[in-house]
Structure formats: structure tokens, C-alpha cells
């Protein structure tokens, strides 16, 4: 599924227990991220037994079925009934668990908590568990620690987990009367057509509500003249799909800018684990595409900063493709260290975008609109019809301040208004 991956959902199994199947034939449909992928039968046999349903997250490397396979491959047949004995083990495992985690809760008072867990910040394999089982922020400070100085370990959450979550509905007690409390509302929200969320949408609910939880957001606009750069492309394009066989669209001159903008302020390529900052050495462009359906997905442009215009024109337009068609691989849409958003390609004049995490900063650029300006020229200032752009960095204030934020976005407004008129192509 990607070397990146580390875990799948189960969307469906289309191969149910005693039916049999033909080798190649597809036995389950398997989602990673946003990507859907399907998995055939390594060989002719009969499905057994399923160890997981639809709609479970189950790691790489776990036995998620038992296959009976033809006799004339025998030593499939002989690996595959010897992982028929690990479901039976886990299976008493989990019930001796199960017991444990009855009598754990009962010594857990329901109405309130104290969190044992001093350190407040939690790794990404931590958080991306977490995200997993809907466990939100406050439930895993409740969890006790066994990590180096207070710190939050992978093992440990899964233990609470396996003990059933006793600090889930646990009610933190107030000392000070006078705290304030959020307030229990109860909205009225009308009523109309009622329309389910499908998975991906809400993956994306938690990708945004996680971010904005986690980053506090700050936004920084400038403004740029991109006549330069429409008048080369507009002039170029033609000849540059008869060369190289590409369509040449701005988003890989933005790409380019974006990813020279990235090498000047490398602080800007970033994510943060804990008290430490992590400074990317590979440089990844995401694209926010919008999909046919009206959900979003980020496809990566990956090593930017090393490739020519044809090379970035080529995965821009190869990865827009595949997303118009759902055929992106998980490796398509892994890795990005820098995420970039065209809203004018709507017609949007700016945008204050939110964080793709665990990156630290997101560009949104405007539509290009031509306006009057006012512009220095040999004869003084006059006034000109000008192709201008709106664009607005949003950034983690945790770790990239407005002089970084700002001289980053200033920088990529630069390499957009110095664009050379005299390149070739």
C-alpha cells in the first residue's frame, strides 16, 4: 500500500466466510489515508473466517483473515493455518483484558479525574492513535505515563485502551467555583435533507478540527504583481507543450517559487514532536486538489527544490490526473512538508487556510485579477493594468513567528514579481 503507510481501514469484504474465490480475484477494499486500494486473492481457495469488519483500523502486519488455499500450493496452505492459532491466542488474550479492565474501572470514580500526566505535549505516533480512537486531548492527559520525564509512550496508550478507557466520561473537578465553565447549549438545527458524511469527509473534519486544536493559527497577506509571469506563460505555453508534451499550467511555477522560497527559510519546513523542532531536509510540495466529489486530498510534489520546470510540470499534471481519476497511491499523497492551496482557482480573492498537519505553515494563493496600479517608471509614477495576486500564509505560532511567517511569504511574492520574461523554455 506505500512504504509510508501504517495502518488501513477495511471499507468492505467482497468475499464472504465459505465463499470461495479464483486467484487475482479482489477479497476486501482497503483504505489508507484518502486513497482506496483492493486486494486480491494470492490464490484460488475459500475465506474461512475474517478477524476484522468494515470500518475497522487494523496495523500493517496483522492477520486480517484465514484463507483455505488450493492444494497445489501447499506451503500457502501451511502458512495460512498456522496464523489460524494467533486469533484463537489474542482472542483469550483480549478476554483476560477485558476482566482486568472490569475491575480497573470500578476503582475509577466516575465524576472526576487528576491527570498524571504532567508533560502536556504528546508525540505524533501518540496523536495519530489517538486520532484513531477519537481520544481527545484532555482524555490522554489522564493517562499514566511511563516515558522519560512524564512522557506519553505508545504502549501506554494502548493499555488504557485495552482497559476499556475508564477516564473516557470522567468529569475534571473544578477547585475554583469562580472558573469558568463552557457552557451546555443547545442548538436548534433546523430541519432539511439529512446526508451522511462519507469517510472521506469525515477524515477531513478531524484532519481540520485536530489542527486547529493543535496549532494556534496566524495569518500573514501580502500582495504581488505577477505580470511578468503571466505574460512568459501565456507567450510560452504553446511552445512548451509542443517540446515537452506538457501542459504548462502556474501552479509548477508556483511550485518553483514556493520550494526556492523554502531553501531561504528552511524553518518554514518543519513539524514539531514535543519540545523539539523538526527541520525537513527533503523539500515537499502538497497541492490541495479538490476532487470531483467536492472532497479535498493533497497529492506531493516530492523534492521540489531539485527539479526543473519540466520535471515539476510533469508530476503537477501527472498527480492531477490521478486525482481527477481516484487513482492516487498512498506513496502519491505521503511526505509533504509544505502544503500549497490555489482558492482562486474558484475565484476566491484570498484565503486564510488551516494547517496540514504535522506541517507548520500553509500558502493560499489568490485568484489573479487585473487592476489598475500605480507603478515607477522612468517618466515618475503612473498608473497601469497589472495582473495582481492576494496571498496569505497561515502559520504555527508555536514555532514560526511573524518575522519568519512574514519574510517567508514577502520572499515568495518576490520570486513571483522578479519573474524572468527572458527564460527559455
Known amino acids: 500500500m506505500g512504504e509510508s503507510i501504517t495502518e488501513g481501514t477495511i471499507i468492505n469484504w467482497l468475499v464472504n466466510e465459505g465463499e470461495s474465490f479464483d486467484e487475482g480475484d479482489i477479497i476486501l477494499e482497503v483504505a489508507t489515508d484518502k486513497v ?16 476484522f469488519h468494515a470500518k475497522d483500523v487494523v496495523p500493517v502486519g496483522e492477520v486480517i483473515a484465514v484463507l483455505e488455499v488450493s492444494e497445489e500450493v501447499s ?14 491466542k489474542k482472542t483469550e488474550k483480549s478476554k483476560k483484558k477485558k476482566t482486568v479492565s472490569k475491575s480497573s474501572t470500578q476503582n475509577v470514580a466516575s465524576t472526576s479525574f487528576s491527570s498524571s500526566n504532567s508533560n502536556q ?32 509512550r505508545k504502549s501506554d496508550v494502548f493499555h488504557y485502551i485495552e482497559e476499556g478507557r475508564p477516564y473516557k466520561f470522567a468529569q475534571p473537578i473544578t477547585q475554583d467555583p469562580t472558573a469558568y465553565r463552557i457552557p451546555q447549549l443547545t442548538f436548534d438545527k433546523g430541519k432539511g435533507k439529512i446526508v451522511e458524511m462519507d469517510r472521506m469527509r469525515q477524515m477531513i473534519a ?23 509571469m503571466v505574460n512568459w506563460r501565456n507567450a510560452n505555453k504553446k511552445a512548451f507543450q ?29 513539524s514539531v514532536d514535543g519540545n523539539n523542532i523538526i527541520i ?4 515537499n510540495i502538497g497541492m490541495a486538489t479538490a476532487l470531483p466529489s467536492g472532497n479535498l486530498i493533497v497529492p506531493v510534489v516530492k523534492k521540489a527544490d ?34 500549497i492551496s490555489n482558492v482562486g482557482t474558484f475565484g476566491s480573492v484570498m484565503g486564510t487556510p488551516i494547517i496540514n498537519q504535522p506541517e507548520v505553515a500553509i500558502l493560499a494563493l489568490g485568484i489573479i485579477k487585473k487592476r489598475p496600479e500605480v507603478i515607477e517608471t522612468e517618466k515618475g509614477d503612473e498608473i497601469a493594468i497589472r495582473s495582481m495576486m492576494y496571498l496569505s500564509l497561515s502559520f504555527d505560532h508555536r514555532v514560526v513567528d511573524g518575522f519568519l511567517g512574514g519574510s517567508f511569504v514577502r520572499r515568495v511574492a518576490d520570486y513571483f514579481e522578479q519573474f524572468d520574461v527572458n527564460r527559455k523554455i
Do not use: C, W
Open 280 to 283: 525537513k531536509e527533503d523539500i
Open 36 to 51: 482506496d486500494n483492493e486486494v486480491p486473492a494470492p490464490s484460488s481457495g475459500t475465506l474461512i473466517k475474517t478477524l
Open 242 to 270: 509542443d517540446k515537452y508534451g506538457e501542459r504548462l499550467t502556474f501552479t509548477p511555477l508556483f511550485v518553483e517559487a514556493v520550494a526556492k522560497a523554502v531553501k531561504d527559510f528552511p524553518n518554514i519546513n518543519a
Open 306 to 339: 531539485t527539479k526543473d520546470l519540466k520535471a515539476l510540470a510533469t508530476d503537477v499534471n501527472d498527480l492531477a490526473g490521478k486525482a481527477r481519476d481516484n487513482k492516487l497511491a498512498g506513496d502519491d499523497i505521503k511526505g509533504s512538508t509544505f502544503t
Open 121 to 152: 505535549f504528546f508525540s505524533p505516533l501518540v496523536i495519530e492513535i489517538a486520532k484513531a480512537h477519537h481520544i481527545s486531548f484532555e482524555e490522554l492527559a489522564r493517562i499514566p505515563a511511563t516515558g522519560n520525564e512524564g512522557r506519553l
Open 75 to 88: 506451503t500457502k496452505k501451511g502458512a495460512v493455518s498456522k496464523t489460524d492459532k494467533t486469533p484463537q
Open 206 to 228: 478531524d484532519h481540520m478540527v485536530y489542527s486547529k486544536h493543535t496549532s494556534p493559527h496566524v495569518t500573514a497577506y501580502v500582495e504581488a504583481d505577477l505580470t511578468n
